[in-house]
């Protein structure tokens, strides 16, 4: 018994090998230092290092829920967090959708590799693109589109906070959602022909057939990639809220998240332990919400969940 | 047997190329750090007692390509080892790594002798017990040292009256006033020498704005720095801004709120009026460029700024046009002005003895000073004929192609024994001595601030000055709507909180004094 089931495990041998350095490289970057998570709770000294320098329980923490910035950042992390997720899944999944119904396959590599581009770009050329068109002075949209339109006046955009959760929630749409859709496309193509055959049989119409067979077939990736991106609820791009906004103070209300407050509010300081406190506040709520939402998904349809 | 053959070549294939992927991820990771590492280690036997040479590690900021940098060690190794018997290793770190690497070599316990620090993580190092107290070398390794920089430059350096760092001699003091374009001045019939106050730059704003319409009048230092910050300083900020002495540090010990006094309010509102003028930048919160290259295209006529001399020969390099300056805010010396950059040692340090003779060599000697400021005679800078201290590049060497770009004279020791170089006013040390001398010392000079009590405090007023001191600071917004919110939100914040124990630790260092 044991020899066969030994036997059994010896096939998988080789790609246990090939596995290894992926998992020694894991196991050495991302599990070992979480023994340095200690620092959160403790006053760093240099001279006494990380395991000598003294506790100070949750003082460290104080800073993110003190102030009443601390629940703008909170709020603007949470919403923006959640509308990319839904705005950039449902972009995502009609486009792939569209893309796998041309015909050409020329054509469908050519738009794949367009949307995936800006994907790409760095953020910071991201944010001189924004600021070619939002620019007050010279921008695209006060200089040349406004007159267009027969509008008189020119928006000072980086001084009005009201617009950029717009604003935001555009830039990001379009640098993210290529990379989304080219992963639903995949599935999208990995769904057996036989179905459609079967629907076209049955009489079925376009929009039938995209709903009751396609999304269906798509729903355990879109599932996957929906709770992963929950998992970094707290966490947001420093990019797109620091650059993008060209950290400029008026848009503070509605572009300031938890990585911006922390990095505005510590780079004099260098507080070690502040700063690891703040992450390992992010990577906890993720860690939670990621738990909640698999319980929550293994409930409603238990194939679907994660783990 | 094939199979198994096969599958035995494919494992160590991929084993070989994971190891190499990994090895040459290492070098662009940590280059600077591991190479320079490596090259200590080898250079010598560190050993004190033979009269073997003692290798001692200096860090310091680094822009650019210094590809030459060992050579120039190489120089400044041989000055020192006939002086003091001491070789020198230089490790340059750019400016936007040098946080991260000098806190990962001293957390790391890796070689590091001397390093220069900032003065806005002075204290909050020291509190973390990044350096050693060098008290016990004043009176003997570094007995000149403590002449040449004087009891008042020295006391920035010190924390509850020990002593960790000595600032580097350089502008110990800073005037603020404006830079103009000389040819428009003059233009217009005005001259530099008479604009002493504001109100001359009113007049003087208001005759060229209606000749040049389409030109900006003014500006501060990029987006960072504001026009009140840079043209109307005349308080002693005590480390952060939070919480000032009035009137350059001469009247009395009250610590008080600058945001909300009457005098803050005046100047925004002459700020607005600018702004509603056009004379200011408009993109000015979000503008990246530079005063000097609005100048240079053309768009800006003149700038505030800090002053000190043969400031105007500076700007005039960098934005390619004659520039005169005026001084509207006298020179005055703070403990920020004065410990903008000390040296330390670092707890990590082997050899402090050694390290601390090399730091009165720094401050003493002037062969050491250009060795390091200039690079080597005859491969970096020539003498330039028939003057004793003008210099200028070789034949053939120019700013593109230099070995030793580093034109940081000002962290290096005492500047004032360094070379000048060509197009600058051969006698500008001279001249920035009679300045520093001159200047007006604030009566706290030699206080540090400690904020460890107050860190969350501070974190939070950190994030509300970002967002409102710089728009409020050049007039971009209404002054009576956004004030008052600026001032409940530094409340909110907790500056009082700030406030009060910025006091009492300013009291306290009073009853030692």
Redesign the interface.
């Known amino acids: 018994m044991k020899s066969s089931r030994f036997r059994k495990a010896l096939r998988f041998a080789?790609l246990m090998?090939?596995a290894?350095?992926g998992l020694a490289?894991l196991l050495i970057n991302n599990y070992i230092p979480m023994a340095g998570l200690v620092v959160a709770f403790k006053n760093?000294?240099?001279?006494?290092?990380?395991w000598g320098s003294e506790w100070i329980g949750f003082k460290n923490f104080?800073?993110l829920f003190?102030?009443?910035?601390a629940f703008v950042i909170t709020r603007n992390t949470i919403l923006y967090n959640v509308g990319f997720i839904v705005i950039n899944t449902f972009v995502a999944v009609v486009v792939a959708i569209v893309l796998s119904e041309i015909a050409k396959r020329v054509f469908n590599r050519i738009y794949q590799t367009v949307i995936l581009l800006p994907y790409l770009i760095s953020i910071v050329i991201v944010s001189y693109l924004v600021?070619a068109f939002l620019?007050?002075?010279v921008g695209f949209i006060n200089k040349t589109l406004f007159p267009a339109l027969g509008i008189d006046k020119s928006i000072a955009w980086?001084?009005e906070a009201k617009y950029w959760p717009v604003i935001l929630n555009i830039v990001n749409l379009w640098k993210g959602f290529g990379y989304l859709t080219v992963i639903y496309l995949s599935s999208i193509v990995g769904i057996d022909k036989s179905y459609y055959e079967a629907a076209q049989l049955d009489g079925a119409s376009k929009l039938q057939t995209i709903r009751k067979i396609t999304i269906p077939l798509i729903v355990p990736v879109i599932t996957m990639m929906v709770l992963l991106s929950i998992g970094r609820i707290f966490y947001s791009d420093f990019g797109l809220f620091y650059q993008v906004p060209?950290?400029?103070?008026?848009l503070?209300?509605t572009t300031?998240v938890i990585d911006t407050?922390v990095y505005?509010?510590?780079?004099?300081?260098?507080?070690?332990g502040?700063s690891a406190a703040a992450g390992l506040y992010q990577s906890l709520v993720g860690f939670i919400l990621v738990m909640v939402s698999n319980l929550v998904v293994r409930k409603l349809s238990p194939d679907n969940a994660l783990f | 047997m094939k199979k198994t053959l096969l599958i035995v070549a494919l494992i160590l294939t991929l084993l070989t190329m994971a190891a190499c992927g990994n090895g040459s991820s290492n070098p662009s990771g940590s280059t600077p750090v591991s190479a320079d590492g490596e090259a200590g280690s080898g250079a010598s036997t560190p050993d004190n007692n033979s009269g073997e040479p003692v290798t001692l590690v200096l860090a310091h900021f680094g822009g650019g390509s210094l590809p030459d940098t060992d050579i120039v060690a190489e120089n400044l190794s041989s000055i020192t080892e006939e002086l003091i018997n001491v070789r020198i290793e230089l490790l340059p770190i750019t400016f936007a790594a040098w946080e991260q690497q000098i806190n990962l070599m001293v957390s790391g316990g890796e070689k590091l002798d001397l390093v220069h620090v900032m003065m806005n993580n002075f204290s909050t190092d020291v509190a973390k017990g990044k350096f050693l107290a060098i008290d016990q070398y004043m009176d003997n390794e570094a007995k000149e040292l403590k002449e040449v920089v004087g009891d008042a430059y020295l006391s920035a350096g010190q924390i509850d009256g020990i002593q960790y760092g000595v600032p580097s001699i350089r502008d110990m003091a800073a005037s603020y006033g404006v830079c103009f374009r000389k040819d428009l001045l003059e233009k217009y019939g005005f001259n530099a020498d008479d604009i002493k106050t504001v109100e001359d730059l009113e007049a003087v704003y208001e005759v060229v704005s209606a000749g040049e319409p389409d030109m900006y009048m003014t500006y501060g230092q990029g987006n960072s720095i504001s026009i009140v910050n840079q043209l109307l300083t005349s308080r002693d900020d005590l480390g952060n801004g939070f919480g000032v002495l009035l009137n350059r540090g001469q009247d009395d010990f009250n610590v008080v709120n600058w945001f909300s006094t009457d005098e803050y309010r005046g100047y925004l509102d002459m700020v607005r009026d600018w702004y509603l003028k056009g004379w200011i930048v408009a993109d000015a919160v979000t503008n990246t460029e530079s005063a000097t290259t609005l100048v240079k295209g053309g768009q800006l006529f003149s700038f505030c700024t800090n002053l000190k001399p043969g400031y105007d020969k500076q700007a005039g390099l960098s934005s390619g046009y004659e520039m005169v300056t005026s001084t509207i805010s006298p020179a005055f010396s703070t403990t920020t002005q004065v410990g903008v950059l000390s040296w330390c040692l670092p707890i990590n340090c082997e050899y402090p003895s050694e390290a601390m003779q090399f730091m009165n060599l720094m401050y003493t000697n002037a062969d050491v000073v250009n060795a390091f400021d200039w690079g080597v005679e005859g491969v970096h800078y020539v003498k330039v004929e028939g003057e004793d201290n003008l210099i200028t590049y070789p034949e053939g060497v120019n700013e593109s192609n230099t070995g030793w770009g580093l034109n940081l004279g000002w962290i290096f020791g005492n500047q004032l024994l360094s070379y000048v170089w060509e197009g600058n006013d051969p006698d500008l040390y001279v001249k920035l001595k009679e300045f520093n001398d001159t200047a007006i010392i604030s009566k706290a000079l030699g206080f540090q601030f400690d904020a460890t009590n107050v860190k969350n405090e501070v974190a939070a007023l950190q994030n509300v000055t970002a967002e409102y001191r710089l728009s409020l600071e050049y007039g971009m917004v209404d002054v009576d709507e956004n004030l008052p919110k600026f001032l409940q939100a530094l409340e909110d914040a907790g500056i009082n909180k700030v406030i009060a124990e910025k006091q009492a630790q300013l009291d306290a260092w009073l009853a030692l004094q």
Not at chain 1, 44 to 50: D, K, L, S, T
Not at chain 1, 246 to 250: L, P
Not at chain 1, 264 to 272: E, F
């Open positions: 080789p090998v090939m290894l350095p490289y760093y000294n240099y001279a006494q290092g990380i104080e800073y003190a102030t009443k910035d600021f620019s007050a002075d980086y001084s060209m950290n400029s103070g008026m503070y209300s300031n407050y505005r509010g510590l780079m004099q300081l260098g507080d070690i502040m």
